[in-house]
């Protein structure tokens, strides 16, 4: 089934380390997203990408870091965890040749850092 | 002033009710509205997408935007326990801009 597929599902992680979080999409869907999802603030974007070779900021950006060396995957890099990075982590595609009209999600990394 | 707002809930209605779940926007520049629906645990998907002012209609769903007031609405008919989920509203200004998303609605429809 064609889709997003996010890894881990879950991680429990100690403050100060490093996680990377693992998106891919087989859609060939050019434009790739982070979000995190917390209570009450909903879906922020953490960063962006619209083509591969290039990434950009949203809007909570601090303290991770991304990179899109090909179409198909888009990692999230959290180099040295903090408890404020606990959250629901959704990486999305959409293809921006149609305007960006949908995004697709995947089921999200549950990620609490103590 | 958040860009978009939604009453969290939880909103708990019977089956068969009529819903009416709203949501608010800051920015007159907003041209694009969607809703998406949250299974737990599970990424949003889109459900209705519309663009400018009007309705916009599909099976038991129906979306309504106002742009003079910068309200949206989606009127969920004949309910039923499989809505139950959380309703999120999302703006974007063109069709190439970022989406924004609302904190959610939580819906439970109750057999």
């Known amino acids: 089934i064609a889709g997003i597929t996010q890894a881990p599902t879950s991680q429990i992680l100690a403050a100060g380390r490093r996680m990377t979080l693992r998106c891919t999409q087989d859609?060939?869907?050019?434009?790739m997203y982070w979000y995190r999802q917390d209570l009450g603030l909903g879906l922020r974007l953490i960063h962006y990408s619209n083509t591969a070779g290039t990434t950009g900021k949203g809007e909570v950006p601090d303290g991770y870091s991304v990179s899109r060396a090909n179409t198909d995957d888009f990692p999230l890099t959290l180099a040295s965890a903090v408890p404020s990075q606990t959250s629901v982590y959704f990486c999305a595609s959409s293809d921006s040749r149609q305007g960006n009209e949908k995004l697709f999600f995947g089921s999200g990394t549950q990620l609490s850092v103590l | 002033q958040k860009e978009v707002e939604q009453d969290p809930g939880p909103l708990s209605v019977p089956e068969g009710a009529i819903v009416s779940l709203n949501c608010t926007y800051s920015?007159?520049?907003?041209?694009?509205f969607m809703w998406y629906r949250q299974y737990s645990r599970k990424g949003p998907e889109l459900l209705m997408y519309t663009y400018s002012s009007g309705n916009k209609e599909d099976g038991r769903f129906t979306a309504q935007v106002d742009k003079s007031s910068k309200y949206i609405s989606l009127f969920i008919r004949d309910s039923q326990p499989s809505d139950s989920a959380t309703y999120l509203c999302?703006?974007?200004?063109?069709?190439?801009?970022?989406?924004?998303f609302g904190p959610g609605t939580s819906l439970s429809v109750i057999p």
């Open positions: 920015n007159s520049a907003f041209q694009y």
């Open positions: 999302a703006v974007r200004k063109t069709s190439y801009d970022k989406v924004i």
């Open positions: 859609m060939r869907h050019n434009a």
